[in-house]
């Protein structure tokens, strides 16, 4: 089936950790994008990229990292830096059409909890 | 992107049509209205955009007001399965960010 997959859907880990999220698509998108959501609020972009090798960053990009070395994937690293890491994270891939603005998949999110 | 401004909450009975508002008077010539939805701890899905005319999908219905500051998402027979919380979301063409509010939470009733 073609969509995309997050793992795992629920991560435990200690403060100070880094802890990497996956995220990856086989629906041959060009942008891939990052969501954090905290319970009961909208989605906040962290960071996205439009192309292989390229990435920028969204509206609370401070504390994590991400790469985009092949086009199926997204990885997200949360670093120790991140203040409270603990929320719902959504990858999200889309093509890039040039038409009009193009519409957003989305992934079943993984859930972080750091202890 | 403009601003968009969705009520909190909204009931539905089951069967009945659930009309969903969004203001978004400071909307660009450019910018799209597009319409997502989450279902508790999943992530959101796609339901409809339109630009200035009325919209319809296997899903919903979209009405634009001519001066395109407010619009209308139409479930024309919401079932249980329909809730969730629906954003709506105006943005330009250049660039793919979405911009998430706090969306309306529909309950549909039996």
């Known amino acids: 089936d073609g969509g995309i997959t997050q793992s795992p859907k629920y991560l435990f880990r200690k403060e100070g950790q880094n802890v990497t999220l996956s995220c990856e698509q086989n629906l041959n998108h060009d942008a891939m994008y990052w969501y954090r959501q905290d319970p009961g609020q909208g989605l906040r972009l962290i960071y996205y990229s439009q192309i292989v090798n390229d990435f920028q960053k969204g509206d609370i990009a401070e504390g994590y990292s991400v790469s985009r070395e092949k086009k199926e994937s997204f990885p997200l690293t949360v670093t120790s830096a991140q203040k409270n890491p603990t929320a719902f994270y959504l990858c999200?891939?889309?093509?890039?059409?040039?038409?009009?603005?193009?519409?957003?998949?989305f992934g079943p999110g993984t859930r972080l909890t750091v202890l | 992107d403009a601003k968009t401004t969705q009520p909190p909450s909204m009931d539905c009975a089951e069967g009945r049509a659930a009309n969903l508002p969004c203001n978004h008077s400071t909307i660009s010539g450019n910018e799209y209205v597009y319409w997502y939805r989450q279902i508790h701890s999943q992530g959101p899905q796609y339901i409809i955009h339109?630009?200035?005319n009325n919209e319809t999908n296997e899903m919903a219905s979209l009405i634009i007001t001519e001066d395109r500051k407010s619009s209308t998402l139409i479930l024309p027979h919401a079932t249980l399965r329909d809730t969730a919380v629906y954003y709506c979301i105006v943005r330009v063409r250049a660039g793919n960010m979405l911009t998430f509010g706090g969306g309306t939470r529909l309950m549909v009733k039996p």
């Open positions: 339109g630009l200035k």
């Open positions: 999200a891939s889309s093509p890039r059409t040039g038409g009009s603005p193009d519409t957003q998949y």
